[in-house]
């Protein structure tokens, strides 16, 4: 909410269309509108199917994957604890379900397996104490 409520025209993010922003809005009200609905189809779907990754509730409520995690990232969405909706150690990417994403799976296997023997082993202490800090909050 915003004091003083002006009129400004601007380009909706979304569809491009020139409308008049009356709280500072980014999307024009249709957009605004179909907003609102897919997240309440994300969020129902979420709720009713707590086990299904980012890309099945994409695929079954036909919303961007990118906009799904922005809500959870948000908080807007909150996933329960059997979700297997969860996000990267690393990089913060989305994984399904694993503490890392393929991405980095797969870089910390070849880091690993390119044996640099002193910096594995470092690498492994601050993995172990990484999973410390995680157990207790
Ligand atoms: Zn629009
Ligand atoms: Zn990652």
């Given at each position: 909410?915003?004091?003083?409520?002006?009129?400004?025209?601007?380009?909706?993010?979304?569809?491009?269309?020139l409308?008049?922003?009356?709280?500072?809005?980014?999307?024009?009200?249709?957009?605004?509108d179909?907003?609102?609905?897919?997240?309440?189809?994300?969020?129902?779907?979420?709720?009713?199917?707590?086990?299904?990754?980012?890309?099945?509730?994409?695929?079954?409520?036909?919303?961007?994957?990118?906009?799904?995690?922005k809500?959870?990232?948000?908080?807007?969405?909150?996933?329960?604890?059997?979700?297997?909706?969860?996000?990267?150690?690393?990089?913060?990417?989305?994984?399904?379900?694993?503490?890392?994403?393929?991405?980095?799976?797969?870089?910390?296997?070849?880091?690993?397996?390119?044996?640099?023997?002193?910096?594995?082993?470092?690498?492994?202490?601050?993995?172990?104490?990484?999973?410390?800090?995680?157990?207790k909050?």
């Amino acid at each position: 909410m915003t004091d003083n409520k002006l009129n400004a025209l601007r380009n909706c993010k979304k569809c491009n269309r020139l409308f008049s922003s009356v709280d500072g809005n980014s999307l024009c009200s249709r957009c605004n509108d179909d907003i609102d609905d897919e997240f309440t189809r994300v969020r129902e779907y979420i709720y009713d199917n707590p086990s299904s990754s980012v890309k099945d509730v994409s695929i079954a409520t036909g919303v961007e994957a990118d906009a799904i995690l922005k809500w959870i990232r948000e908080g807007k969405i909150v996933l329960s604890k059997g979700s297997s909706i969860a996000f990267c150690d690393r990089c913060g990417e989305p994984t399904d379900g694993g503490r890392f994403c393929a991405k980095c799976v797969h870089e910390l296997s070849t880091g690993l397996k390119s044996g640099i023997g002193e910096s594995t082993e470092a690498q492994r202490q601050r993995m172990g104490m990484h999973i410390k800090d995680a157990r207790k909050k």
